[in-house]
């Protein structure tokens, strides 16, 4: 069974920093393209960053440069180092796993800005 596991959330202040880590159980990120998502209540859930196998990145234009993905192949973990935090980065943050055919969502993990 796969499973993609998020860590990392929890409560900071503005301009605080969290660092965020996604694993995989059940089978190896491998050649997926993995990325960072968020959804805030009410909302449609938006890209945040991905990162290709060769580690090829993209970022959401409202993080760029505060916000960091990167990822160890060899510990099967993707990680999202967040920077300058901001109130409305307020969201369920979610792990996805792209493969060519199939598709996997972690749980999510909360993150709370505070003013």
């Known amino acids: 069974q796969v499973q993609l596991v998020e860590s990392g959330g929890g409560l900071v202040q503005a301009g605080g920093s969290l660092r965020l880590s996604c694993a995989a159980s059940?089978?190896?990120?491998?050649?997926?393209?993995v990325g960072w998502y968020r959804q805030c209540p009410g909302k449609q859930r938006e890209l945040v960053a991905t990162i290709s196998y060769g580690g090829y990145t993209n970022y959401a234009d409202s993080v760029m440069g505060r916000f960091t993905i990167s990822r160890d192949n060899v510990k099967n973990t993707v990680y999202l180092q967040m920077n300058s935090l901001k109130p409305e980065d307020t969201a369920v943050y979610y792990c996805?796993?792209?493969?060519?055919?199939?598709?996997?969502w972690g749980q999510g993990t909360q993150v709370t800005v505070s003013s």
């Open positions: 996805n796993a792209a493969y060519s055919t199939l598709t996997y």
């Open positions: 059940g089978t190896t990120f491998g050649r997926a393209v």
